[in-house]
């Protein structure tokens, strides 16, 4: 038994099922990989309302899988992207073995 079935799965995979990302979450995240995009932008890439996406973005951030940058022109705006993928797999590895430490522990 394996509680993440790592069978056929790339990295990718195994960082969306870590932090139980949803399909939403998923295709956000692969918009915003290698990229710097708006609200407004990121809803379009994925045919979302813009409040679909804050709630999806806000969930990404309090995971700490993505960035958030203010920028100004005009008047001051947010741009989004995700961690550079080496910081992920850190995050990901350290998320891991949290979780494990925490089961262990329980099991004691």
């Not at 993440?4 to 932090?19: A, P, Q, R």
């Not at 890439?45 to 813009?50: A, G, K």
């Not at 969930?59 to 961690?83: A, C, F, H, P, Q």
């Not at 850190?90 to 891991?96: F, H, K, N, S, V």
Request: overall charge negative; cysteine-free; glycine content about 2%.
């Amino acid at each position: 038994m394996s509680v993440l079935d790592l069978e056929g799965k790339d990295s990718d995979e195994i960082v969306f099922e870590t932090f139980q990302l949803n399909d939403l979450q998923k295709e956000i995240f692969q918009e915003l990989r290698n990229d710097q995009l708006t609200v407004k932008q990121i809803g379009n890439q994925v045919e979302r309302s813009r409040s679909t996406v804050q709630r999806a973005l806000q969930e990404m951030l309090e995971k700490d899988l993505i960035l958030r940058e203010g920028k100004t022109e005009k008047t001051v705006y947010y741009v989004y992207t995700t961690l550079p993928w080496e910081d992920i797999k850190e995050l990901t590895r350290q998320t891991i073995s949290e979780w494990y430490e925490e089961v262990d522990e329980k099991l004691s």
